[in-house]
């Protein structure tokens, strides 16, 4: 039986840049996204809710805690705002798309992670975002708003 560190190994493979080229579209897509703001702390609800929780593709990730200060009004932000908000490397042209999170997680598979975002901001709106980093993948960021920011988690889906 592979051992914990041989998965990850494989995992880390897996999600190389296989296009085998250094030009600058192949170093941003390994660019990591911000997911947390020193002046925001994770609710417990989803520190609790990404343990042992990863979102199946061809790629089984973890999901990660998302705590971003953000002071936008009216909700959440729109995709170009997300994008800033992520240090997305071209935020005014980034592939986000923004979905309802029964519309993203149809089988009912994460709703235990969709409930704790819920919980955590006292029943506000939740919202999935999809970044799309290039050809095959997409993180997804399932996200609602609290005061002084936004919480949630994100995970990298692999889809090919």
Known sequence: MASDEDYMSFLAKANQDSSGGGNQASTQSKTQFKTTDSKLQVPKEITDAVKDEFYVSDADEPFHPVALSWSGEGGLPDEVEFAKLISHWDAEKADIEIMDPADWDRKGQY??????????????????????????????????????????????????
């Open 111 to 160: 709703s235990k992670l969709v409930d704790a975002v819920t919980q955590a901001t006292k029943g506000n709106d939740v919202r999935v975002y999809a970044v799309k980093r290039d050809h095959s993948r997409i993180e997804y960021w399932v996200i609602s708003g609290t005061d002084g920011g936004i919480v949630g988690a994100k995970a990298l889906a692999v889809e090919s």
